[in-house]
């Protein structure tokens, strides 16, 4: 398993940005080989996939209730995974959660349920209000 520390979250206001990191620890020789994928979950909610990278293949899944706003890119040598959010909704607000699993190709572009992946970080609050 990967371990992994996620940061960058807070409160803004609706049209604000927010980006987002996640770092893995420095025991992972590499993220690049994986599937890096960012999940949120408000309350009352199932956790849902947001984006994903793979970056062997540098090819993404972005959901479609943030495409065009959220961009996730990761540098694998670093060991950093990001995800820029623009034009904050408030139903973006919910805690967002980096993860990984350790194959990708096709399999990564496509949406996955959190049980797909075996590594997570303990996660960020965004807060978005109006």
């Known amino acids: 398993q990967v371990q992994l520390q996620e940061s960058g979250g807070g409160s803004v206001q609706a049209g604000g940005s927010l980006r987002l990191s996640c770092e893995a620890s420095r025991n992972t020789v590499s993220i690049f080989a994986h599937c890096m994928s960012w999940f949120r979950q408000s309350p009352g909610e199932e956790r849902e996939e947001v984006a994903a990278v793979f970056g062997v293949s540098g090819k993404t899944y972005i959901a479609d209730s943030v495409k065009g706003r959220f961009t996730i890119s990761q540098d694998g040598n670093k060991k950093m995974l990001w995800l820029q959010m623009d034009s904050l909704k408030p139903e973006d607000t919910a805690m967002y959660y980096c993860?990984?699993?350790?194959?990708?190709?096709?399999?990564?572009?496509?949406?996955?349920?959190?049980?797909?992946?075996?590594?997570w970080g303990q996660g960020t609050q965004v807060t978005v209000f109006s």
């Open positions: 993860a990984a699993h350790p194959y990708g190709g096709a399999w990564c572009e496509r949406p996955q349920l959190p049980s797909s992946f075996e590594s």
